[in-house]
């Protein structure tokens, strides 16, 4: 499509509108019901939903389908960041009344951030086609890569600071408790870092890696910086919500990987395709529709296997007792 100043803007300030009334909502600390949880995330799902419709009203139904194959791409891999989540809040024993704070803030640092990646990656297709050639590979590998970290239960069961996080907090320190909703404070007569201050950077941070696959998975759906940066957005700002309603589902979902390295799998499989068919390869390109149709169909029957191992073990472990 073409988006103009005007549009992106307006874009940008409508989505800064939600996420201020978003905060304002939950400016108080508190333990988030699910009934709260709930409601959000059907008003997020709602807005995307709508948002869709716009663009197959004004772009046609091309746009309108890669957004919902990009947002529901971005929505399934950020269920997988959930996973790494948990194991922030358990690492840094975040109180739960706080949780909610920290994953607001942390949701908006990782948008940030990752809408720098989208502007890069938008700047570097345009200049170099052959750069699909890179994504579809990258893809493909970290489908691999997820398979067999599936097959090995790899999971780590305790969250590992990464070394950026390790620098800020020898730079800075970091205080011994936490001090409600503050980031930072006197201590010993220096200016230190609060815990909150250091999960928020650590969620915030790692979500650049999960963007490491995301943005090159939603740029194999859509070579349009605007749907790929609205699709993220949507994606991820429903994410605080979704913690809090499937937080104890997440374990459930054991073939969760599985079913994301089909998706990525696939999706590279189309860059490459994609890359040649631009190189002037006569070869076949996967439609948008059938996108679409392939990453649902894939997630419902990860989600129905999931659900039915983990019942099945739930038994087992029920009649062993």
């Not at 059907?42 to 091309?62: D, E, H």
């Not at 909610?100 to 990646?117: C, H, K, P, T």
């Not at 780590?156 to 996080?165: F, G, I």
């Not at 915030?204 to 349009?224: C, E, H, M, R």
Request: net charge neutral; charged share 15%; glycine share 8%.
């Amino acid at each position: 499509m073409n988006v103009s100043l005007t549009v992106w803007l307006l874009t940008v300030a409508a989505l800064c509108v939600l996420v201020a009334v978003d905060f304002f909502i939950g400016r108080k600390p508190h333990e988030v019901s699910l009934r709260e949880a709930g409601t959000w995330t059907v008003v997020w799902i709602v807005l995307a939903c709508l948002f869709g419709v716009g663009l197959a009203f004004y772009g046609g139904g091309g746009p309108a389908g890669e957004f919902f194959a990009g947002y529901i791409t971005e929505k399934s891999l950020s269920v997988d960041n959930l996973f790494v989540f948990v194991l922030i809040m358990a690492k840094f024993a975040v109180p739960s009344q706080y949780q909610q704070r920290v994953l607001m803030i942390g949701v908006l640092m990782a948008l940030v951030l990752r809408a720098g990646f989208i502007a890069v990656g938008a700047a570097i297709i345009s200049a170099f086609s052959w750069v699909f050639y890179l994504f579809g590979a990258f893809l493909i590998w970290t489908a691999w890569k997820l398979i067999q970290d599936a097959r090995k239960e790899e999971h780590e069961e305790e969250y590992q600071e990464n070394t950026l996080l390790k620098a800020v907090e020898r730079r800075f320190g970091v205080a011994d408790r936490y001090h409600g909703t503050k980031l930072w404070v006197e201590q010993n007569g220096k200016r230190v870092m609060t815990p909150m201050l250091v999960v928020m950077l650590a969620i915030g941070s790692t979500d650049v890696l999960f963007a490491l696959d995301s943005i090159p998975a939603i740029y194999g759906l859509t070579q349009d910086p605007y749907i790929v940066f609205t699709a993220n957005a949507f994606a991820l700002m429903g994410l605080r919500q979704l913690y809090f309603l499937i937080g104890g589902l997440l374990k459930k979902l054991v073939h969760l990987s599985y079913g994301l390295s089909v998706i990525l799998g696939f999706i590279g499989v189309k860059l490459v395709l994609h890359a040649l068919h631009e190189s002037g390869v006569h070869v076949p390109e996967i439609s948008i529709p059938f996108s679409l149709g392939f990453i649902v169909l894939v997630l419902t029957v990860t989600t129905f296997t999931s659900l039915r191992a983990a019942r099945k073990r739930e038994d087992e472990v029920s009649r062993g007792a």
